[in-house]
Structure formats: structure tokens, C-alpha cells
T-cell receptor, first 115, second 114 residues
Framework: GAVVSQHPSRVICKSGTSVKIECRSL??????MFWYRQFPKQSLMLMAT?????????EQGVEKDKFLINHASLTLSTLTVTSAHPEDSSFYIC???????????FGDGTRLSIL | GNSVTQMEGPVTLSEEAFLTINCTYT??????LFWYVQYPGEGLQLLLK?????DKGSNKGFEATYRKETTSFHLEKGSVQVSDSAVYFC?????????????FGPGTSLSVIP
């Protein structure tokens, strides 16, 4: 079945650091990838929709200069949390959709902890 | 707009008990419906799906039927196991009106005790 790989699975870093998270579709081409954020014991909140070769579409309230998204190829999207602070600590999950097909396939998530 | 409501948890059951997790939705279009499962510390896995009214999705002993008349998609399993302990998310997506965004319910935590 369709597989989405997310890396790294866990990051612990100091405040002020920028952190990059990768999301790869391993056996299909993903024209669209999605980035979610999940706080403890809460549901997933969509942050942005990433389209290959174009600018990401951010949800209301998500700072695009804080969360930089790049989708340079049909198999890779990256999320960079710039100048991370403790309030950015969260579980970040990406998903990808094969062309014209449902459902989305999710990565295993990245646990980001900012000290 | 589109939304998903789930029964509040946490739910604690004994092994081999019957499970029902209620899910209702609101959608302006004709959505596809999903149940996702999240095991501790992991991402989401698709459990089952249904794309039209009266469809029944099933997987690993779990079932859910797309009920358009009651706008519901309740998850059921006849006999739960300890390994079913996880958080379950009901979700919908509607290509026409939501540009393929997936709307998740709040999640229901299930703990199965031996």
C-alpha cells in the first residue's frame, strides 16, 4: 500500500533553532501534501496544503513566515519551523494524496520539543 | 461548513466487549467518510472508509456504515482486544467544497483492559 515517510521522528532542540521536517511519498507521486499539528490529547489541525511547484496554502491563523513549506518534487515536501520557541513544541504530521485518489496517507509524525 | 462530532472519551472496555464509537457529521456536499486510528506515539493509519450512502467499510473486525439519513458513521467492533487500545478519529473529506481537506473529529481514546 501507499507509504508516507516522515523524518525525523523526534527532535529536541534549543529555543531559536530552525528545524526542518521532511515528508516523502515512497511509492506514489503526491501532487498535494498536507501538514497538520496535533497538541496533546487533541485532534489534528490542518496547518497548510502543499502543492508541488507552487506556494503552499496556509490555514487561517498559521504564520507562513514561521512555518515555511517547500514542495519541490512530487515525492517530497518539507516543513521548516523557523526560530522555534517552546510554544511550537507539538506533534507534526504530514499526509500525502496520490493523484486524484482518496484517502490521504499519513506519516508517523514528528515530535518536536523546544527547550 | 463541514464538521465532525464524536462521542467523548476516554472509553474503557474489558477484552472481548462490544465497541461502539458514535460519529456524526455536517457537510454541505457529499462527503467521503473515514475512520483513522492512532496508536500511542505514532501517526495516523486509515482503518476504514466509505464513499457513498449505505456503504459499509470494514477492516480488522471494525465496521462502520455510511448513513446519509442520520448523517452518521458509527464505528463498531464485536469483540475488542487489548491491542485495539488507541485513539480513533472519525473524519470526512469533500472534494467539491473543501478542496480535499480532511476534517477530523476530536478523537476518542479507547483503552481495553485484560
Amino acid at each position: 500500500g501507499a507509504v508516507v515517510s516522515q523524518h525525523p521522528s523526534r527532535v529536541i532542540c534549543k529555543s531559536g533553532t530552525s528545524v526542518k521536517i521532511e515528508c516523502r511519498s515512497l511509492d506514489f507521486q503526491a501532487t498535494t501534501m498536507f501538514w497538520y499539528r496535533q497538541f496533546p490529547k487533541q485532534s489534528l489541525m490542518l496547518m497548510a496544503t502543499s502543492n508541488e511547484g507552487s506556494k503552499a496554502t496556509y490555514e487561517q491563523g498559521v504564520e507562513k513566515d514561521k512555518f515555511l513549506i517547500n514542495h519541490a518534487s512530487l515525492t517530497l515536501s518539507t516543513l521548516t519551523v523557523t526560530s522555534a520557541h517552546p510554544e511550537d513544541s507539538s506533534f507534526y504530521i504530514c499526509s500525502a494524496r496520490d493523484r486524484g485518489r482518496q484517502p490521504q496517507h499519513f506519516g508517523d509524525g514528528t515530535r518536536l520539543s523546544i527547550l | 461548513g463541514n464538521s465532525v462530532t464524536q462521542m467523548e472519551g476516554p472509553v474503557t472496555l474489558s477484552e472481548e466487549a462490544f465497541l461502539t464509537i458514535n460519529c456524526t457529521y455536517t457537510a454541505t456536499g457529499y462527503p467521503s467518510l473515514f475512520w483513522y486510528v492512532q496508536y500511542p506515539g505514532e501517526g495516523l493509519q486509515l482503518l476504514l472508509k466509505a464513499t457513498k450512502a449505505d456503504d459499509k467499510g470494514s477492516n480488522k473486525g471494525f465496521e462502520a456504515t455510511y448513513r446519509k439519513e442520520t448523517t452518521s458513521f458509527h464505528l463498531e467492533k464485536g469483540s475488542v482486544q487489548v491491542s485495539d487500545s488507541a485513539v480513533y478519529f472519525c473524519a470526512l473529506s469533500d472534494l467539491k467544497t473543501s478542496y480535499d481537506k480532511v476534517i477530523f473529529g476530536p478523537g476518542t481514546s479507547l483503552s481495553v483492559i485484560p
